[in-house]
């Protein structure tokens, strides 16, 4: 167990350290923070709703995350195989668990720094009025579960091919598929056609609904298990991924 | 004690492409392997597979006892491995990737620095630690990737093609350190660089089509050379005759051709009988001026015949 913590971190730090040797971190924050900033003040109306919280903040991420979370999972994998160092890291006596854990955490913590830079407006909203802090942190928390989701689906899909820009887009669309499955447009379409068990499992599965949940403050339980157990999910497929692609 | 180095009857297969086809080799400690094959007769697969990277469709590969696909890490602590390319985290520099292994490797802080300076040394990076990867000379990429396979200090080194893309000096500097490290390690260098297999190895095997097709020194596989230790001779045409009737006096030499006439002068080539040393008579014979050579040259042979020689008359039907 140990040994798994160390080697996870080792790895895990490294992944790290690559995503700011490369311009990709600055862009990426940069982008995220003006994205979230925009859509909040712009489309969301963060001001003219005269209200003291951040729902118009959290109300675009899963949109928000389409893009950016898979231009952060890309290249987990793809770059490996395309390098050929995924022959040095798999040969290194470290188990592939570790590897893929570490390399996800990494990213995952990559998100997390960029939701920390948010919190100027967490504080803003502070000074404006007075807001149910307990609900905003719940959103952070909904946010940062979610982008893990996305993470872990685009980690997975990485390990599929050495092409980046195809790993970008095919994890894309799961995404994609994923958050519009909680849309009653998405959700009518299928009632017409299908039996209802089949439209109940299709918005629970919803990165929306559940998403939706957490930001209104229900922190629940099934959402959080919603979330770590599809990061489960992905991680181990990705496990298989790259036991059956590394040496292609 | 067992070979460092087993592997028993190792298969792959790619789809259609048998890449492998039944491969079984020890290497002892204090051995250096040449593996040497044309370009896609398995030999980095084979490396693959010994390193426990690809699993063998059939077989099992052991380094240092350690079965690699049983016990990976345990077997993965005691080997050193070059891939292909040797690749590397080229966004790091050489110090923070050789830093990187080192901790991997589980050495702490101190000894992981201590580490880090001998393989630095003993690959001569000092110049160019603090450069990030990808900007360094393929000579230098290659170092990095070497420094990291021999880090440790492994029982077992697998390197597959170390000295490919180095220039002259680089090579001999990478040969120079595998020959300073084969006492006490079993490795195993592909190549198809045959100079190699004599400047380092102690011992080569010849893979083709996934099988191997000649295991010796490179001097046994020399000896199955039809020209090995053919003398050549140039003398005057009206001399031509005589010598070359002198020549096959000799009970050691089994033939005497006539190869050319150039610039007015006769090529003789006595073949020797199959592994029998030239005759001391003989080669008095020569230096006294007896038998009037202008030139005298003894042919060895050179391992790229040998090469040639086995993998082409190997070729089956149906190899694209």
Redesign the interface.
């Known amino acids: 167990m140990h040994e798994l913590v160390r080697n996870t971190w080792i790895i895990a730090k490294r992944e790290f350290i690559a995503y700011f040797s490369t311009p990709l971190a600055t862009v990426f924050l940069i982008i995220f923070i003006a994205l979230t900033g925009a859509f909040a003040f712009y489309v969301g109306g963060f001001f003219e709703r005269g209200q003291a919280d951040l729902a118009p903040f959290f109300q675009y991420h899963p949109w928000l995350y389409l893009l950016l979370v898979p231009a952060v999972a890309m290249r987990l994998w793809a770059e490996e195989r395309k390098s050929g160092t995924i022959e040095l890291l798999m040969t290194l006596p470290i188990s592939p668990w570790e590897a893929i854990l570490g390399k996800f955490l990494a990213a995952w913590a990559f998100i997390g720094v960029a939701l920390v830079l948010t919190m100027p407006m967490w504080i803003t909203v502070n000074i404006l009025g007075n807001p149910d802090n307990g609900v905003i942190l719940a959103g952070y928390i909904g946010s940062f579960l979610m982008a893990g989701a996305f993470l872990a689906i685009g980690s997975c899909i990485s390990a599929l091919t050495r092409n980046q820009v195809i790993a970008f887009i095919v994890a894309s669309t799961i995404c994609f598929l994923l958050v519009m499955s909680g849309l009653e447009l998405v959700l009518n379409v299928l009632r017409a056609w299908t039996p209802g068990f089949v439209v109940s499992a299709v918005s629970s599965m919803s990165f929306l609904s559940h998403f939706d949940r957490i930001t209104k403050g229900f922190l629940s339980l099934s959402g959080v298990i919603f979330y770590l157990s599809l990061i489960a999910f992905a991680l181990f497929t990705n496990k298989i991924l790259v036991d059956l692609k590394k040496a292609d | 004690m067992s070979a460092l180095i087993e592997a028993s009857d190792l298969r792959k297969q790619f789809g259609d492409i048998v890449a492998v086809n039944g491969i079984s080799l020890n290497v002892e400690r204090g051995e250096v392997l040449g593996f040497l094959g044309p370009n896609g007769a398995g030999k980095s697969t084979t490396m ?1 597979m010994l ?4 699993e063998p469709d059939a077989g099992s590969a052991r380094i240092a006892g350690i079965d690699v696909l049983e016990n ?3 077997a ?2 005691k ?1 050193g ?1 070059l ?3 040797a ?6 520099t050489a110090r ?1 990737f050789l830093t ?2 080192a ?4 050495f702490d802080r101190a000894e992981g620095g201590k580490r880090v300076a001998a393989a630095v040394d003993k690959t001569e990076l000092h110049s160019v630690l603090e450069q ?1 990867i990808d900007t360094l000379s393929k000579g230098f990429k290659r170092r990095v ?1 070497i420094a ?1 396979a021999i880090l440790h200090d492994p029982q077992v080194l697998i390197m597959d093609e170390p000295t490919d893309g180095l220039d002259p000096n680089q090579k001999h500097q990478v040969r120079k350190l595998i020959a300073g490290m084969a006492k006490d390690k079993a490795i195993i260098v592909s190549t198809h660089i045959l100079e190699e297999v004599e400047a380092v190895c102690s011992r080569a095997i010849i893979i083709n089509r996934g099988r191997i097709v000649a295991d010796g020194t490179a001097e046994d596989l020399m000896r199955r050379l039809p020209y090995h230790n053919t003398i050549a001779l140039k003398v005057a045409t009206a001399r031509a005759e005589a010598i070359a009737k002198a020549l096959g006096d000799f009970s050691a030499i089994s033939k005497v051709e006539r190869v050319g006439v150039a610039n007015g002068r006769v090529q003789l080539r006595a073949v020797p009988s199959v592994g029998a040393p030239i005759p001391a008579e003989l080669a008095s014979m020569i230096r006294t001026r007896l038998i009037e050579a202008e030139e005298v040259q003894v042919e060895r042979g050179n391992l790229d015949d040998v090469f040639r020689q086995i993998t082409t008359s190997d070729t089956g039907a149906g190899h694209a």
Not at chain 2, 51 to 54: C, H, P
């Open positions: 693959k390193t426990g990277f690809l990976p890490k345990m993965r602590a080997l491995y891939p292909e390319g690749p590397c985290y080229g966004d790091m923070a990187f292994i901790e991997i490797r589980g990030r990737a990291q």
